[in-house]
Nanobody, 121 residues
């Protein structure tokens, strides 16, 4: 049974930092691409960052230079370090795995349950 479990969300003031983690189980982590999405109230879910199984990363323009994605294959975990947080970063953050594209991240195969990030001014 595939599971993605996010942790690390919480409340922080603008300018602060949070680190999200996503622990994966039930599949071969190192063969899948991983992604982080977020969904703010009243908005569509948006892709924030991805990492291929090779380690190649991608960031949306809205977070580039502030967020860093990495993965630990030994722990089957993907992390999202979020610095210089802004109020507009407030959202539920979801991790996702793409296990259908040979380590690339194109579209989600599996989803986590989400973790809330709230940034106050």
């Amino acid at each position: 049974q595939v599971q993605l479990v996010e942790s690390g969300g919480g409340s922080v003031q603008a300018g602060g930092s949070l680190k999200l983690s996503c622990a994966a189980s039930g599949y071969i982590f190192s063969t899948c691409g991983m992604g982080w999405y977020r969904q703010a109230p009243g908005k569509e879910r948006e892709l924030v960052s991805t990492i291929r199984s090779s380690g190649t990363t991608w960031y949306s323009d809205s977070v580039k230079g502030r967020f860093t994605i990495d993965q630990d294959n030994a722990k089957a975990t993907v992390r999202l370090q979020m610095n210089s947080l802004k109020t507009e970063d407030t959202a539920v953050y979801y991790c996702a795995a793409d296990c259908a594209n040979a380590g690339y991240y194109l579209r989600p195969t599996y989803w986590g349950q989400g973790t809330q990030v709230t940034v106050s001014s």
